[in-house]
């Protein structure tokens, strides 16, 4: 008597949520077939010419792969994410392990200071960001890009709460068998955090991976441009006005090593952000 609503109801809660995966992978599969289809054929049917499959090719690509930027285009971005993610996950890391397990005067206003800046707009520090770059002569340099991102106030704070999991009696039975500080934070405590790396590691490559209005400032040569950048450029230039399958099969190419990234790590993701979420 009592299962029968329970069946029901597990029912419809999993008709809901293949309804709602299906409406948000619709825009993914549409991608997918545009790029695979011909030029002329890119507003001819919505989604594949069921009836015509043998208008599917590969030219796309081909073409793609053709142009001497999209290669560095590609390489760019793998290289400013994977910089940026390693960076920004060893600072927070270090900067959560230092406010979770150390004692010092103003610790309590320096971690009020940093969620003020959490407040401010990355908008609005552009101009001032700008000039600074402009006077260390980053402009068109990736170090414009890495280093003034470097430190995630998130992420610090993010860490400080996967931290305060980590037992200090570990902690100081370490540092009587003799291990240094920075010791402590690789071999005792990251390994007991290990969700949160693999979460916000995935988290910090793909917002710079999809990062577009600060490269796009900064960045003056193509040859240095990132793949969001690259393809923007590719709309309304001559010769790529009308090969909208060049830009989806480019744009396709571009989500790819982030849905790798996240099946490697789709384990550690959901527990990562939920560490320490009831641990003040």
Not at 46 to 74: C, I, S, V, Y
Not at 117 to 122: A, E, G, K, R, Y
């Given at each position: 008597m009592h299962r029968k609503p329970r069946t029901l109801s597990s029912i419809l809660i999993h008709a809901v949520l293949i309804v709602m995966a299906a409406i948000n992978l619709t825009p993914i599969f549409w991608l997918t077939c545009a790029a695979f289809k011909r030029s002329d054929d890119s507003f001819a049917y919505a989604f594949l010419p069921w009836r015509h499959l043998e208008r599917l090719t590969l030219d796309n690509f081909r073409q793609l792969f053709d142009m001497e930027p999209f290669g560095k285009w590609l390489i760019n971005s793998i290289f400013l994410a994977s910089a940026y993610s390693v960076s920004v996950v060893t600072l927070s890391s270090l900067g959560g392990f230092a406010l979770a397990k150390y004692r010092f005067r103003g610790k309590k206003s320096l971690m009020l200071l940093l969620l003020v800046t959490m407040l401010l707009p990355s908008q609005v520090l552009l101009g001032s960001l700008y000039e600074l770059m402009d006077r260390f002569g980053w402009i068109n340099s990736y170090l414009a890009i890495l280093v003034p991102s470097a430190v995630s106030v998130f992420g610090t704070f993010l860490f400080r709460q996967a931290m305060l999991t980590v037992p200090d009696e570990l902690l100081q039975s370490g540092r009587?068998?003799?291990?240094?500080?920075?010791?402590?934070?690789?071999?005792?405590?990251?390994?007991?955090?290990?969700?949160?790396?693999?979460?916000?590691?995935?988290?910090?490559?793909?917002?710079?991976?999809?990062?577009?209005?600060?490269?796009?400032?900064?960045?003056?040569?193509?040859?240095?441009?990132?793949?969001?950048?690259?393809?923007?450029?590719?709309?309304?230039?001559?010769?790529?006005?009308?090969?909208?399958?060049?830009?989806?099969?480019?744009?396709?190419?571009?989500?790819?090593p982030v849905i790798v990234l996240f099946f490697a790590v789709q384990k550690d993701f959901i527990s990562g952000l939920t560490t320490g979420a009831v641990k003040g």
């Amino acid at each position: 008597m009592h299962r029968k609503p329970r069946t029901l109801s597990s029912i419809l809660i999993h008709a809901v949520l293949i309804v709602m995966a299906a409406i948000n992978l619709t825009p993914i599969f549409w991608l997918t077939c545009a790029a695979f289809k011909r030029s002329d054929d890119s507003f001819a049917y919505a989604f594949l010419p069921w009836r015509h499959l043998e208008r599917l090719t590969l030219d796309n690509f081909r073409q793609l792969f053709d142009m001497e930027p999209f290669g560095k285009w590609l390489i760019n971005s793998i290289f400013l994410a994977s910089a940026y993610s390693v960076s920004v996950v060893t600072l927070s890391s270090l900067g959560g392990f230092a406010l979770a397990k150390y004692r010092f005067r103003g610790k309590k206003s320096l971690m009020l200071l940093l969620l003020v800046t959490m407040l401010l707009p990355s908008q609005v520090l552009l101009g001032s960001l700008y000039e600074l770059m402009d006077r260390f002569g980053w402009i068109n340099s990736y170090l414009a890009i890495l280093v003034p991102s470097a430190v995630s106030v998130f992420g610090t704070f993010l860490f400080r709460q996967a931290m305060l999991t980590v037992p200090d009696e570990l902690l100081q039975s370490g540092r009587l068998d003799g291990c240094g500080e920075l010791r402590l934070w690789w071999e005792l405590a990251l390994p007991i955090v290990r969700p949160t790396v693999g979460a916000y590691t995935l988290m910090s490559f793909l917002a710079s991976w999809s990062a577009f209005l600060w490269p796009q400032i900064v960045l003056q040569d193509e040859g240095k441009y990132t793949l969001p950048i690259g393809l923007n450029n590719m709309i309304g230039l001559p010769g790529y006005q009308t090969q909208y399958g060049l830009l989806m099969a480019g744009t396709l190419l571009s989500i790819l090593p982030v849905i790798v990234l996240f099946f490697a790590v789709q384990k550690d993701f959901i527990s990562g952000l939920t560490t320490g979420a009831v641990k003040g």
